[in-house]
């Protein structure tokens, strides 16, 4: 996770989006999307105590709070890819998600919304 992420500009984000609401995206389409809200969460929610998880896309660390050097964090916060683009585009609510979610503050929804 020594990788930063970086988002996408909102042109080719809503670009991604068109795809994705049409069901026409691809596997690139999902990665880029996942990495574009890990990106815009880690902005919104700096920090190291919860890593999110978005399988096999990536995951992320952030949410201040204890810090942790070795192993596993306090808090983690597991999906698939459709899952968190549509709680993160706001087209899910948190309470209504299939996460798994484990640890001190692991609810997101304080910072959904993303986009």
Do not use: N
């Amino acid at each position: 996770m020594a990788r930063r992420l970086t988002p996408l500009t909102a042109a080719e984000f809503a670009a991604l989006c068109e795809r994705i609401d049409a069901g026409t995206a691809d596997r690139s389409d999902l990665k880029a999307a996942t990495k574009h809200l890990l990106a815009l969460l880690v902005q919104r929610a700096p920090g190291t105590s919860v890593e999110v998880r978005v399988p096999p896309f990536a995951a992320v660390q952030c949410i201040a709070g204890a810090r942790h050097t070795r192993g596993t964090p306090p808090a983690v916060v597991e999906m698939d890819a459709g899952t968190w683009i549509a709680l993160a585009r706001g087209q899910l609510e948190w309470s209504e998600a299939q996460v798994r979610a484990s640890g001190e503050r692991s609810d997101l929804s304080p910072y959904l919304p993303l986009a």
